[in-house]
C-alpha cells in the first residue's frame, strides 16, 4: 500500500517530526510504499476568499506547491500519517491551511473537484501529535477535530500517538514511549481495528476472536 507522511512543523528536526520517522519506519517495516512529505515544502499562501484568486475555469491560482502536494502525493496514498506540534490547543497553522485549501479542490466549482474528493476517501489515518504539556485536556481538540473531519471525508482515524517534549528530539525521552506507539501505527496502518457501532450492529460477544485454549496446569 501507498502511504503519504505528512510531517507539518516548521522545525525540520523537531519532535513531531521525530514521531514521523519512527511511523514512517513502522509502514516501511510492514512492507508499505513510504512518501513523506514536508508541508513547509508546498504550502505557502492561506486560505482566501476564493473569489479573489479562482480563474476563470474556477481553479485556486494561489503560487505555491498546494496543488502539486495533492494530486501527486495526497490523492495517490491510501494511508495518511500526520504529524503535528500541537500550537495554541490545535493543530500547526500549516497543517489547518492544507484542511482549509481542500475547499479550493473540492467545492462544487472547483474543476476536476469530483475526482478530487473520490482520491480522498477511503483513506486510512493516523495522527501523531508532540507537546510540552502532559494534561490529557491539552490534545482534546485537536483529536476532536480530526475525528470529525476524517468522518466527514469518509476516512477512518486508525489511531493517535502524544509524545511530550519541547526542546528538539526530546519527545525520545518520553517515557511512555511515543517514538514505539508512532512506530505501531505505522507498522498497523491498514490492520489495526477500527469500529463505530450503532445498538443495532450486529456483534460477537468477542472483540478478539476466540479465546485462546488454557494450557493445561501442571
Ligand atoms: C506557537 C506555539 C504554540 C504552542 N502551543 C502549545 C500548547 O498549546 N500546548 C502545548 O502543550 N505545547 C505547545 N507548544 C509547544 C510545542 O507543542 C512543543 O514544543 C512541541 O514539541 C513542538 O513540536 P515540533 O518540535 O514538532 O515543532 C507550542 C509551541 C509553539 C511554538
Redesign the pocket.
Known amino acids: 500500500m501507498r502511504v503519504l507522511v505528512l510531517?507539518?512543523?516548521?522545525?525540520r528536526?523537531?519532535?513531531?517530526?521525530?514521531?514521523a520517522q519512527a511511523a514512517a519506519q513502522g509502514a516501511r517495516d510492514a512492507g508499505h510504499d513510504v512518501d513523506f512529505a514536508y508541508l513547509s515544502d508546498y504550502v505557502e499562501g492561506l486560505f482566501r476568499d476564493c473569489r479573489t484568486c479562482r480563474n476563470l475555469d474556477g481553479a485556486c491560482t494561489i503560487a505555491d506547491d498546494y496543488e502539486r502536494l495533492l494530486l501527486e502525493h495526497v490523492v495517490p496514498a491510501d494511508g495518511l500519517i500526520i504529524?503535528?506540534?500541537?500550537?495554541?490547543?490545535?493543530m500547526?497553522g500549516a497543517l489547518k491551511t492544507f484542511y482549509d485549501r481542500l475547499f479550493c479542490y473540492t467545492s462544487g466549482s472547483a474543476p476536476d473537484g469530483e475526482t478530487v474528493v473520490d482520491g480522498l476517501t477511503g483513506k486510512r489515518v493516523a495522527l501523531l501529535?508532540?507537546?510540552?504539556?502532559?494534561?490529557k485536556g491539552?490534545?482534546l481538540g485537536v483529536i476532536t477535530q480530526f475525528q470529525e473531519l476524517t468522518r466527514y471525508l469518509h476516512q477512518e482515524l486508525i489511531g493517535v500517538a502524544v509524545?511530550?517534549?519541547?526542546?528538539?528530539?526530546?519527545?525520545e525521552a518520553d517515557p511512555a514511549r511515543p517514538l514505539d506507539h508512532a512506530e505501531d501505527l505505522g507498522r498497523r496502518l491498514f490492520d489495526a481495528r477500527v469500529t463505530d457501532y450503532r445498538i443495532d450492529t450486529p456483534r460477537s460477544n468477542r472483540v478478539w476472536g476466540e479465546r485462546p485454549v488454557a494450557a493445561p496446569l501442571r
Not at 13 to 19: A, E, K, L, R, V
Not at 163 to 171: A, D, K, P, T
Request: proline share 5%; glycine share 12%.
Open positions: 510531517s507539518s512543523s516548521p522545525r528536526n523537531g519532535n513531531s517530526q521525530t514521531m504529524a503535528t506540534p500541537l500550537y495554541w490547543y490545535g500547526s501529535i508532540a507537546c510540552e504539556e502532559s494534561y491539552a490534545t509524545g511530550i517534549g519541547n526542546s528538539r528530539g526530546e519527545v
